[in-house]
Nanobody, 122 residues
Framework: QVQLVESGGGSVQPGGSLRLSCAAS????????IGWFRQAPGAEREGVLC????????YYSDSVKGRFTISRDNGKSTVYLQMDSLKPEDTAVYYC???????????????WGQGTQVTVSS
């Protein structure tokens, strides 16, 4: 059974940092891409970025370039989202997801975690 569990969310001041984790189980993380998405209050869910099975990053959102990075630790079956220089507009529920494909493709993600709240406010 595919399962994704996010953690690491919280409240932070503008300019601060957070690192989110996505723990994967029920499949071999090494072979698959993992994407991060977010949904702000009253807004549609949007893609943030993705890491392929070959550890290549694809940015789905230009607004996070230079501030967010994604990495994977296959030995721990975990993908990380490092978020620096956070802004109030980054406030959202953050989700990780997978299509069980080795490459990043921002369509039809089938498996989702439950989400973790990130709030950026002074």
């Amino acid at each position: 059974q595919v399962q994704l569990v996010e953690s690491g969310g919280g409240s932070v001041q503008p300019g601060g940092s957070l690192r989110l984790s996505c723990a994967a189980s029920g499949f071999t993380l090494d072979h698959y891409a993992i994407g991060w998405f977010r949904q702000a209050p009253g807004a549609e869910r949007e893609g943030v970025l993705c890491v392929s099975a070959r550890d290549s990053t694809t940015y789905y959102s230009d607004s996070v370039k230079g501030r967010f990075t994604i990495s994977r630790d296959n030995g721990k079956s975990t993908v990380y989202l490092q978020m620096d220089s956070l802004k109030p507009e980054d406030t959202a529920v953050y989700y990780c997801a997978t299509e069980l494909k080795p490459y990043c493709d921002n369509r039809g993600y089938a498996y989702w975690g439950q989400g973790t709240q990130v709030t950026v406010s002074s």
